[in-house]
């Protein structure tokens, strides 16, 4: 197919819509068809052996999307693959000897929007049509936190946090990479999108297991989320705090150990850590975002912004050495300090905010305690610790909240009438349903 001709397809009433490039001098091969879903989409992709020319477009009666890549033959058996998500029934494949076409068409349960795009090569990614079917929108509903066991537990009634009421802190838990996006991956198979999930979901169900703390997760399962959607979860679900779980490679094997950043807003200022910084910051290209514009900001709109982000900035950093500090603790962690780097996932978010790498995989060490089961508890007890701890002397203190220690004797009674507050108020504050408390337990009280 010429410029000329797709140009002259454009212009007339269809219903295909062209894109991607020119067409190739030779034959491009279809080697890889790949799928995930998610809770937003589902995510067909096409790895082709180079460029190619394609059409899309939609047909009823059964619902399907059909994509026709130009000059171009399966290199990959063409039986169709189930998929069977409550999106797409399936994916089936068509030789169209005549044009030179080969088709690929999605079997839909219903009619719904999509998009199809191409991602050209980059680093180990071969060039890719990629095709996003959108799930139709949920009603919103509350999610129940699982527990380390998997028993489901009851959804928690959320409070908001202010100087008169005191509700959970909500702690977005984001697990790095996934999908397409695999980030560091050992010869033997160890991955780490697959151990950064595992890490976050024991690191949700510990801060869910602690009194006045609620965790939510960026991604529940394999597959890819933009650097950008992870902040707008953060943002739709109210969190107060954000943590990024990852694991480290460096081309040295003895490099190992802990490394929590929190966000520069100049970038970072060695040169391993802006090799780290890049290689993070890339997932997009990865994973397969569809190409845009950049985004058109006003010179007042990223004023106004960096002077929300400079008190985030800074009760990121107190974050970030809280949680160091408790790591610290955990046997056999090696912890390399807290750094300031550009990570995309941690800007423009107006919370305190961290990226934890809790290990490099390219270290044996490191690579044996990730597998460890018994590590991954006392590594997220670790976090969650410093997370309370640094709430309880940081954020409780700036809504006008402290931390009162139950002395030997003291009745919850006494307590509130000595911080001038309601009992009933007292009791919601801590998650309390009746008004039994014990010795060296912590509450939150009002300051008079």
């Not at 109210?238 to 081309?251: I, M, R, T």
């Not at 200022?269 to 845009?292: H, I, K, Y």
């Not at 941690?346 to 990730?370: C, H, M, Q, W, Y």
């Amino acid at each position: 197919m010429s410029i000329r001709m797709t140009r002259a397809l454009l212009g007339v009433a269809t219903a295909f819509t062209l894109l991607g490039a020119g067409v190739s001098a030779s034959a491009t091969e279809i080697l890889a068809i790949r799928h995930w879903s998610s809770p937003e989409r589902t995510r067909i992709v096409l790895d082709l052996s180079g460029p190619a020319s394609y059409l899309h477009r939609e047909l009823g009666s059964p619902p399907r999307v059909a994509v026709d890549v130009a000059d171009s033959h399966f290199r990959i058996p063409v039986e169709a693959i189930p998929i069977d998500d409550g999106v797409v029934e399936r994916v089936r494949f068509n030789r169209l000897a005549q044009s030179g076409k080969a088709q690929v068409v999605l079997d839909l349960t219903a009619a719904t929007g999509y998009d199809v795009f191409a991602l050209e090569r980059f680093d180990e990614k071969r060039d890719r049509i990629v095709i996003d079917v959108r799930k139709p929108a949920a009603p919103a509903s509350p999610m129940p936190s699982v527990t380390p066991s998997g028993r489901p537990r009851a959804p928690r009634q959320e409070h908001a946090i202010d100087p008169e009421t005191f509700g959970d802190f909500v702690v977005m838990v984001d697990p790095g990479h996934g999908g397409e996006d695999t980030g560091r991956q050992n010869p033997d198979g160890l991955r780490e999108k697959h151990l950064a999930l595992e890490f976050s979901k024991a690191l949700a169900d510990e801060i869910n297991s602690r009194v006045g703390f609620r965790a939510e997760l960026t991604r529940t399962g394999d597959y890819f989320i933009s650097l950008k959607r992870r902040r707008d979860l953060a943002e739709e679900r109210g969190a107060h705090l954000f943590v990024s779980v990852h694991f480290n490679s460096a081309p040295s094997r003895t490099a190992r150990g802990t490394e929590i950043f929190f966000v520069s807003l100049r970038g970072a200022e060695d040169r391993m850590t802006r090799e780290l910084v890049e290689a993070e910051n890339s997932a997009d290209l990865v994973g397969g975002l569809a190409p845009r514009d950049e985004d058109t900001t006003t010179d007042l709109t990223r004023m106004l912004v960096d002077l929300r982000q400079s008190d985030s900035v800074e009760r990121s950093q107190q974050l970030a050495v809280a949680l160091n500090d408790h790591v610290d603790r955990v046997p056999n962690v090696v912890t390399r300090n807290v750094k300031q780097a550009g990570f995309a996932v941690l800007k423009s978010l107006f919370i305190p905010a961290v990226l934890v790498e809790v290990g490099f995989l390219t270290n044996r060490e490191d690579a044996n305690l990730a597998r460890s089961s018994r590590h991954r508890e006392r590594y997220v007890e670790a976090l969650t610790d410093g997370l309370v701890e640094y709430c309880e002397r940081v954020e409780i203190p700036r809504l006008g909240w402290k931390i009162h220690t139950v002395s030997r004797g003291e009745s919850l009674s006494q307590i509130a009438g000595s911080y001038a507050m309601n009992l009933q108020a007292l009791r919601d504050a801590n998650q309390l349903s009746g008004d039994r408390i014990r010795e060296g337990q912590r509450l939150r009280v009002r300051t008079r």
